[in-house]
């Protein structure tokens, strides 16, 4: 058997990180096992669905390199279909005409209510004659739920799950309107599509129940299912998936790579022994269901920033300067010359090694992006004082007459002059920092002077002269 799976996200809003560990788990599950990963936006609600939310999810996706095989199924665009079911069943003597007018909906749950009951619908037009339908009502059609006996779901995640049948009642497959209820087009849908495996939050588990109904009843083979359990926040409450700061894209303007939030999500209730680095090559090796847990997994930020550093430090410096640029002029900066975009290639090694994210990291490369003069942040502009920039004046000879320009000649070089005024190396090297970054926090000065070049070094420090006390 082929595996087919599907990621059935609704277009209600951006693409939320519980969805996005779900989309994961179904594509590693299908790249695993050589199949096909299909992706299907669930948009049969239409006063809530938008194309933005459509387009959000879909870039989401694409963001974290997960890939869907084959054109998207949008679930609205298959209603007719879906009726068509609905209809077929009812003509089976499988599903009937529900004529309850909405006020004797209302106290029927008001009596459960009173009773203590659990609300459900009591299914008192299932065997009755439609001729006894009143005037004006526009009937639903719902199925034949089993009364006697339980479900069973054999879960590849939750193990052998039971519900007795007299807890399901007879849900509604079409609305008085003739649209179809979500239950009803989900089972269509994964029939039409092939769905082998159907792997989703355990927030659908009671779904489940309700939906084996739907393929019993037309003698459809049943897909496998696995519930994944859901994510909780450090403090052990449950994520709300409509909490912005939660959406994937949020993660992406945070600064963090896609590979370090495959990586993190991968690990959010699945495990393989002490591993804690696994790249997507080889977590489409070992992935399987067996090895994803019962339990809630809980969002640490710390270890998603501890893996975002391991990646970053693995990038190629051609991609980060890519990524540093694009959110630098963003952000306003004017876009980097050649030269800039030179002392940015040759600084990256240094600069990620420090960085936590690309927003970090795009900060720190303002340093040898950034145009003359050099704006100073508080601390190093008053680290500049006369005596600071008096040395810096008698540096400055010394530094232009070094004919080989690397760490080794500059540091040799600055150590001799600071002999030379009997001060600590770090009495001229910190203010050499804040006249060259404008800070008092960088990457080794004399590996940024090295970066920079002679040329630019010798003219910041002559703004620092110019600017005056």
Not at 323 to 341: I, K, M, N, Q
Not at 391 to 401: I, Q, Y
Request: aromatic letters at 6%.
């Amino acid at each position: 058997m082929s595996v087919v799976t599907r990621f059935a996200p609704s277009p209600t809003g951006f693409l939320h990180i519980g969805g996005a560990r779900t989309a994961l788990f179904n594509w590693l599950f299908t790249r695993h096992h050589g199949g096909t990963f299909s992706l299907r936006i669930e948009d049969t609600d239409r006063a809530r669905s938008t194309d933005e939310a459509t387009t959000a999810i879909l870039d989401g996706l694409q963001w974290l390199g997960l890939g869907w095989d084959g054109e998207v199924v949008h679930q609205f665009s298959r209603a007719g279909r879906h009726a068509e079911v609905a209809h077929q069943l009812l003509a089976e003597g499988k599903a009937y005409r529900c004529y309850c007018t909405p006020d004797e909906l209302t106290a029927m749950r008001e009596a459960a209510r009173a009773e203590g009951r659990p609300i459900r619908y009591d299914g008192r037009w299932r065997d009755r004659d439609p001729s006894e339908a009143p005037a004006g009502v526009d009937p639903v059609i719902r199925i034949k739920m089993p009364h006697d006996g339980d479900t069973t779901i054999q879960d590849l995640v939750q193990g052998e799950v039971r519900v007795p049948n007299d807890q399901l009642d007879d849900m509604i497959l079409l609305r008085g309107d003739g649209t179809p209820t979500y239950m009803l087009s989900v089972v269509v849908d994964d029939h039409d599509m092939g769905i082998t495996h159907v792997i989703r939050g355990d927030d659908h588990l009671t779904n489940a129940f309700r939906q084996l109904q739907v393929f019993a009843a037309m003698g459809w083979p049943i897909p496998e299912f696995a519930h994944i359990p859901l994510i909780h926040g450090p403090d052990g409450a449950k994520l709300s998936k409509r909490h912005g700061a939660l959406g994937v894209d949020a993660y992406r303007n945070l600064g963090y790579l896609p590979e370090a939030l495959r990586n993190y999500l991968l690990r959010l209730g699945w495990g393989h022994g002490d591993d804690e680095i696994i790249d997507t090559d080889q977590a489409v090796q070992w992935f399987d269901l067996g090895a994803v847990g019962k339990s809630a997994a809980r969002f640490d930020f710390a270890k998603l920033d501890s893996l975002n550093k391991h990646y970053l430090q693995q990038a190629h410096d051609e991609r980060l300067v890519d990524l540093v640029v694009e959110r630098l002029t963003a952000a306003g900066d004017p876009a980097p010359d050649s030269a800039a975009l030179a002392r940015l290639q040759a600084g990256m090694a240094g600069l990620k090694q420090r960085a936590i994210n690309l927003v970090g990291l795009a900060e720190a490369a303002r340093l040898y992006t950034g145009t003359r003069p050099v704006e100073f942040d508080e601390k190093a502009a008053n680290l500049l004082d006369q005596t600071a920039r008096q040395r810096l004046a008698e540096l400055a000879p010394a530094l232009k007459k070094l004919m080989s320009w690397n760490e080794e000649t500059i540091e040799a070089c600055t150590r001799a002059q600071a002999e030379f005024e009997n001060i600590k190396l770090g009495q001229l090297a910190q203010p050499l920092r804040a006249a060259l970054t404008g800070r008092t926090v960088s990457p080794g000065i004399f590996e940024v002077m090295a970066v920079l070049g002679q040329e630019e070094c010798l003219a910041r420090i002559n703004d620092v002269q110019a600017a005056g006390p």
